[in-house]
């Protein structure tokens, strides 16, 4: 019997859990947009942070090795650290719909005939059978 009303009571759950949500206006879309890049900007800040931080420690080594009269190896070359600057969010432009953007608009007007005085036969040489 307890097992039945656990079951029973998970179900209930599972099926409110499943219900569909309802779509997400323009506005929410922008804040995740805008808080996706905020968390970009993080890790990249924090790599940043972890690489000065390794450059610090490298740098107290070979001081403390060279003191100590070790024979230290040069360091491997590696690309220096990237600030990425203080975070600025610029939100993309939206998508025009094709009749807004011009897709369909008239050609202009012709200025002159399409015509010319050469032959078709000089214009578009081909064998004729």
Known sequence: MKTF???TLALA?????????????????????EASAKIAWAGKLDSYKLCRSQDKVVAA???????AGK???PASATPA?????AFVYTP???????????AHSPATTAASPPSTKQPDAVVN????S
């Open 61 to 67: 080594y070979f001081k403390s090795a060279n003191s």
């Open 81 to 85: 650290c990237a600030d990425p600057g």
């Open 92 to 102: 993309p432009e939206a998508v025009k719909p094709i009749e807004a953007a011009g």
């Open 125 to 128: 040489p081909a064998m004729k």
């Open 13 to 33: 759950v599972s099926s409110a859990v499943l219900a569909k949500l309802p779509a997400l206006s323009d506005e929410a879309k922008a804040k995740a947009a």
């Open 5 to 7: 009303l656990i079951s």
């Open 71 to 73: 024979d230290v190896k």
